[in-house]
């Protein structure tokens, strides 16, 4: 299996509270994204990095802050969570023209 | 319009059918990616291609690079091959994976 995990896994916090989603990889791959899939809408774009410290907004990026300081690790955080942010995260990761590896998911409660 | 498409949205087959899943793209591609999600479950990476055609056991994907379109072929088709299928596009320019809508593919019995 490709090395790239998720954490936590699942979460419940409360409207109004920060949230931060962790993205761990080991195969050294340039990009890394974080998405969101919720019924009826499929996998959407928030953030994604080609490099350190390189990062670019998705199409739903609203709401959301990314930070990369390491190659291996890319951060998701909700600046102040609200229920329209119940989703499942998914983190990806590849290294262009090559193989594309997803995390196993994060799901998500705001509450 | 998405500028990746796919059909048909829902698919239901009785075992052993073929069956063809469409993706259309409107984007420069550098590679097109075929995932597959099982309910409840996380997303796994069946074919990636730039060009031509692959196959893996019962599973076949073609790309027509001119004509933008890939395929997606289960043959012999199995219940437990019922999952959400999606295609992915890898960009040239601009962030780097963009994906359809994802197709639900039920298989009965």
């Known amino acids: 299996d490709a090395g790239i995990t998720q954490s936590p896994r699942h979460k419940v916090t409360e409207t109004g509270t920060p949230v931060t989603l962790r993205c761990h990889q080991t195969e050294n791959h340039r990009y890394m994204y974080w998405y969101r899939q919720d019924p009826g809408h499929g996998l959407r774009l928030i953030h994604y990095s080609y490099g350190v410290k390189d990062t670019d907004k998705g199409e739903v990026s609203d709401g959301y802050s990314v930070s990369r300081s390491k190659t291996e690790d890319f951060l998701l955080t909700l600046e102040s969570a609200t229920s329209s942010q119940t989703s499942v995260y998914f983190c990806a990761i590849s290294g262009g023209r090559t193989e594309a590896f997803f995390g196993q998911g994060t799901r998500l409660t705001v509450v | 319009k998405n500028e990746v498409e796919q059909s048909p949205q829902n698919l239901t087959a009785q075992e052993g059918e073929f069956i063809t899943i469409n993706c259309s793209y409107s984007?420069?591609?550098?590679?097109l990616h075929w995932l597959q999600q099982h309910p409840g479950g996380g997303i796994v990476s069946l074919f990636m291609?730039?060009?031509g055609k692959k196959k893996h056991g019962r599973l076949i994907a073609t790309i027509n690079i001119q004509e933008k379109h890939s395929s997606l072929h289960i043959t012999a088709s199995h219940p437990r091959d019922s999952a959400v299928y999606i295609c992915a596009v890898d960009r040239t320019s601009g962030s780097r994976l963009t994906f359809g809508e994802g197709t639900q593919l039920t298989v009965n019995p």
């Open positions: 291609l730039s060009s």
């Open positions: 984007v420069g591609i550098s590679a």
